[in-house]
């Protein structure tokens, strides 16, 4: 198979595809539909930016020059006993029905997330007390060093709060295995039920696009808390505030670009910094062009994370 055979966009607008709603124009964008089809472009494309929902990113709207992969097409999932495989384009909610139909718990926590299983496991997302690496036994990887297909076990993904191997760099999830607990349908639809609920109460629906929480939580803290202590819920810059129900979310107004996002997490950032002298590490990754302030301001929020 060759690259030209994978379906391609060029001068694509991400805007769309993104949770936010904010984005510019990207010089290529892949849509692989399968494993083969990821590994092609993967070991023929020179460092392309892979997204996988786009639901926890800020994307530039000054666009992007280089090529992107999408897994959202990739989205093929397997139930094996109490094992399910799932391709990294798999979407929370459709992961977590799966399990339920099959009468397995321990995806009950994504039923209201808009990401997918790579960004998931990338990010070891989790809430209400369970993490994707709760259940994660193997994952299916490339090795862009080695540019091989390779499978490791949990216990050499390196899994932390909102940590795994992956953000090292070397390493791409293709698909990953899970082995989960057999329960009542019942008992698995009330805690489903009520994960929905909470985010309900709790966090803007997508109806208004955003891009979940802004802060990752300091060590014995809460983010939330400390955003709310220190006011910033009167907060706002152009097109873009702080979710009136929960300080760590931002939500776009009307529409916005890139800058006004950067802006408002930069006051935000700053707000917390002045009162309690805690500097917040953003759970939101930028890509993209920057403009000449969007790059003061990533130097600034995002120093603890650049190499």
């Not at 494309?45 to 992007?64: M, V």
């Not at 099959?102 to 790579?118: D, H, N, Q, R």
């Not at 795994?164 to 489903?192: C, N, T, V």
């Not at 819920?233 to 950067?262: M, Q």
Request: hydrophobic share 35%; net charge neutral; proline share 3%.
């Amino acid at each position: 198979m060759e690259v030209r055979e994978i379906e391609a966009k060029e001068n694509f607008d991400i805007s769309g595809m993104t949770t936010f709603k904010v984005g510019g124009l990207v010089k290529k964008v892949y849509f692989p539909a399968n494993q083969q089809e990821f590994v092609v472009l993967l070991k023929n494309i020179k460092n392309p930016l892979i997204l996988g929902a786009c639901s926890n990113i800020i994307f530039s709207s000054q666009g992007y020059d280089g090529e992107v992969i999408s897994t959202v097409k990739m989205d093929s999932i397997e139930v094996r006993g109490t094992h399910i495989i799932a391709a990294c384009g798999v979407k929370g909610p459709m992961a977590s029905q799966t399990a339920y139909n099959s009468s397995l718990s321990g995806f009950e926590f994504m039923i209201g997330f808009p990401g997918t299983i790579g960004g998931n496991v990338y990010m070891n997302a989790g809430a209400h007390g369970q993490n994707i690496s709760d259940t994660c036994v193997e994952v299916c990887l490339y090795d862009t060093k080695s540019k091989e297909v390779i499978y490791i076990g949990k216990d050499k993904l390196a899994f932390g709060y909102r940590h795994s191997l992956l953000q090292d760099g070397r390493y791409i999830l293709l698909s990953a295995e899970f082995e989960l607990k057999k329960a009542s349908q019942s008992e698995i639809k009330a805690l489903m039920d009520r994960n929905l609920e909470f985010r309900k109460n709790i966090q803007p629906s997508l109806a208004t696009p955003n891009a979940g929480s802004v802060f990752k939580n300091p060590e014995n803290d809460s983010a939330g808390r400390l955003l709310d202590k220190a006011g910033v819920k009167e907060l706002c810059a152009d097109n873009v505030k702080v979710w009136e129900k929960h300080a760590n979310f931002i939500v776009n107004t009307g529409n916005a670009t890139s800058e006004n996002v950067l802006e408002l997490i930069y006051k935000m950032y700053s707000t917390v910094k002045d009162m309690y002298t805690i500097e917040l590490e953003p759970e939101i990754k930028f890509f993209g062009k920057k403009s000449k302030r969007e790059e003061e301001i990533c130097k600034q929020i995002y120093k603890k994370t650049q190499k």
